[in-house]
């Protein structure tokens, strides 16, 4: 039963491991995508990103409403894209100088316009409902699909950026904006890639040093436990083995010192008889000289 239950647990990281490592790359992706918009409208000179000749563009405004057609303010003919709304995300063709020229009515064009009640140039995307003139001297008359007139001026065909293809990413031209400026390009893209890459470090760094170790021996908390037991084991054997030797010195010097009582009551006894002799050579000499006393007397 444990060994299933471990078995499962290890399924499951498996599975949180595959399906965060594709959320990962598919981020690395998305991130180096929206470098590569960012680098392309730099490097433009119209300042549109475009990569392959498509350009990305938002949407800033409900102008070409796809809700026109609904309410009856425009009727689309056979082959005509429908509208975006504002916060879209749109994929335009890039054009070239005869393209530029050779536009129909029911395009849906970005074009270079004075912004109103501004002297600042901006782009505005709108449908071709008229061609005036041709070759180098042709102007289209442009309609947002929600608007109810006409552009107030013509376009000329040198101000036209590219042709709507109809392809479009509903609601991320906000994020897209955001991931434009610098702010959102660091606080999405920057610090998420180094944080990424922080923790790919630590993870190769932490399988460099397991494959180092692979053939050293792992401690386990068994083998800590036995090694404490066997440290501790050691100091009681040091221990006892000091008051061992404590106790032999303290007999040795009670030894020792009974010995030297004992010399010394020997000392004493052999002092005594001395003393004797000494009392008993005396008297043998006074003997001695009373009796030459004597003789010299007679």
């Known amino acids: 039963m444990p060994s299933e239950k471990k078995a499962e647990t290890s399924t499951a990281k498996k599975v949180l491991r595959i399906v965060g ?10 991130a180096a995508l929206v470098t590569v918009l960012a680098f392309a409208a730099q ?17 800033q405004t409900d102008s070409m409403s796809r809700s026109a057609e609904e309410e009856g303010k425009i009727t689309l003919q056979e082959g005509w894209e429908r509208g975006f709304n504002a916060g879209d995300i749109i994929i335009g063709k890039k054009l070239t100088t005869d393209e530029m020229k050779s536009l129909k009515v029911g395009d849906v064009i970005t074009f270079k316009t004075t912004l109103a009640g501004t002297n600042q140039e901006g782009l505005n995307s709108h449908r071709i409902v008229e061609v005036q003139g041709s070759g180098d001297s042709v102007v289209y008359v442009t309609r ?17 950026i590219c042709v709507y293809t109809g392809t479009r990413l509903p609601g991320l031209g906000k994020v897209l904006d955001f991931l434009q400026t610098s702010t959102g390009f660091l606080v999405v893209i920057v610090i998420p890639l180094v944080l990424f890459f922080i923790y790919e470090l630590i993870v190769f760094i932490r399988k460099f040093l397991k494959v180092k170790n692979a ?22 054997k040091a221990q006892k083995a000091e008051a061992d030797a404590a ?25 005594a008889e001395a003393e004797v002799i000494a009392e008993e050579a005396e008297a043998v000499v006074e003997d001695a000289a009373e009796e030459v006393e004597k003789k010299v007397e007679e």
């Open 21 to 30: 490592n594709v959320l990962i790359w598919i981020f690395i992706i998305f």
């Open 43 to 59: 490097s433009s000179s119209d300042g549109i990103p475009s990569i392959a000749g498509r350009a990305v563009l938002t949407v």
């Open 144 to 160: 947002g699909d929600n608007n109810l007139g006409e552009d107030t001026e013509p376009v000329g065909w040198e101000k036209v």
């Open 215 to 236: 053939g050293k021996k792992q401690i386990t908390a068994a083998d800590e436990e036995a090694i404490k037991q066997k440290a501790i084991e050691e100091y009681l």
């Open 247 to 271: 106790e032999d010195v303290k007999e040795k010097a009670e030894e020792v010192k009974a010995e030297a009582e004992a010399v010394e009551e020997k000392a004493v006894e052999v002092a």
